[in-house]
């Protein structure tokens, strides 16, 4: 496996970090005087973490280490299997979980089951499996695409990053259409559930590096200090737009993190700053047991992006029962709980699946590598 393979797998493991603080923050609102500097960590510095997944896996599909000129001609239908098949168990399972609690059994009946399985509604983290498998519905045209935009990645790149920010500042803010139709109605509204088009760029730049990787390799360590200084830059952008709304405008948390978002203009800057920084960083030699954590956190980090709402939901219990408050402390706590029970937890499907291989295969879409073998 290749240093440049490596960095972008600790990527993996850092950006399902960021989710879980992402997610966490959310949490901590319950608090009335959470503190606005921990949420800032948690909801705006971890913002580049759902988006860089598709840099990610784009790298993993268009990545060629024999530097093979063949293309993606036809639909990937083996990688859609990978991410239908626990997309659709995961959802039955949060499905089942919330008619078990709520004993509310609406969600099953259509046409409401049809929208919480179109649109990933099951669970507030699905809908990132709904966008990758239209990501890779799309395959051959987007291979089409990344050839063009690899022949002069920093012009085509640099246009693509403009429509990008455009259409995204639309699309968020302003693109607020009346219709009555009931089902173009769910459309629009979920529309950032399922529209590509939102995180076409990231997802090309993920392309475009893996087909390029060896210049980009190169390139990456003479342009270190202009790197670094981008990732910076648009952190402070991100922080600085945080909290000039907060402390300048009176947004609420809650206001502030759905306006400064991944989506936004400076979250679209910040998610490519932080992922060619990322992949500069990481390339180089860390220590041992850094190493080591971010080799955990990357193999074991899909089922943990998929299994953490059950675990987030089971300590907001015991949060409520002895009625803590979500103070700095117990929200740092709350996060590393999440993210340690979590990983357990994978390690026991992970060892149940060798005796049973359909467990794997319905909740990673992966069957174990020594009955695959077999």
Request: with cysteine.
């Amino acid at each position: 496996m290749s240093q440049r393979i490596v960095a972008i797998e600790h990527i993996r493991g850092l950006a399902m970090l960021g989710v879980i603080g992402i997610h966490t923050g959310a949490w901590s609102l319950s608090n009335p005087d959470v503190n606005i500097h921990l949420f800032a960590l948690f909801e705006i510095v971890s913002r580049f973490s759902v988006p860089i997944f598709f840099f990610i896996t784009a790298f993993g599909i268009f990545y060629q280490p024999d530097q093979r000129s063949e293309g993606l001609t036809s639909i990937p239908f083996s990688r859609i299997r990978a991410v239908f098949i626990p997309y659709l168990s995961w959802s039955l399972l949060y499905m089942a979980s919330y008619t078990f609690f709520y004993d509310d059994t609406t969600i099953w009946q259509l046409p409401k089951l049809s929208e919480y399985l179109l649109f990933g509604l099951a669970s507030y983290q699905l809908y990132f499996l709904v966008i990758l498998l239209v990501f890779l519905l799309c395959l051959p045209l987007l291979w089409l695409l990344a050839v063009w935009l690899a022949a002069r990645p920093l012009s085509r790149l640099t246009g693509l990053l403009i429509l990008q920010i455009l259409f995204n500042a639309y699309s968020s803010y302003s693109f607020k259409p009346t219709v009555s139709d009931y089902w173009l109605k769910l459309l629009i509204e979920y529309r950032l559930n399922y529209w590509l088009l939102h995180y076409l760029w990231i997802f090309m730049l993920g392309a475009v590096f893996a087909l390029r990787h060896l210049q980009w390799q190169d390139e990456l360590k003479q342009w270190q200090a202009t790197v670094r200084g981008c990732f910076w830059g648009s952190l402070t952008l991100m922080l600085g737009s945080y909290y000039f709304v907060v402390l300048g405008l009176g947004f609420s948390l809650e206001r502030a993190a759905f306006t400064i978002h991944q989506l936004s203009p400076m979250g679209v800057i910040y998610t490519g700053a932080a992922a060619l920084y990322l992949s500069q960083v990481l390339a180089n030699p860390q220590p041992p047991a850094v190493t080591q954590l971010l080799n955990i956190l990357a193999k074991h980090s899909f089922f943990i992006y998929l299994v953490h709402p059950f675990v987030m939901s089971g300590l907001s219990e015991v949060v409520t029962n002895y009625q803590l408050v979500m103070t700095v402390p117990i929200s740092l706590l709350f996060f590393s709980a999440t993210v340690v029970i979590s990983l357990i937890l994978s390690y026991a499907v992970l060892r149940l699946s060798q005796q049973f291989p359909a467990v794997s295969l319905l909740l990673t879409g992966k069957v174990p590598r020594q009955r695959a073998q077999e």
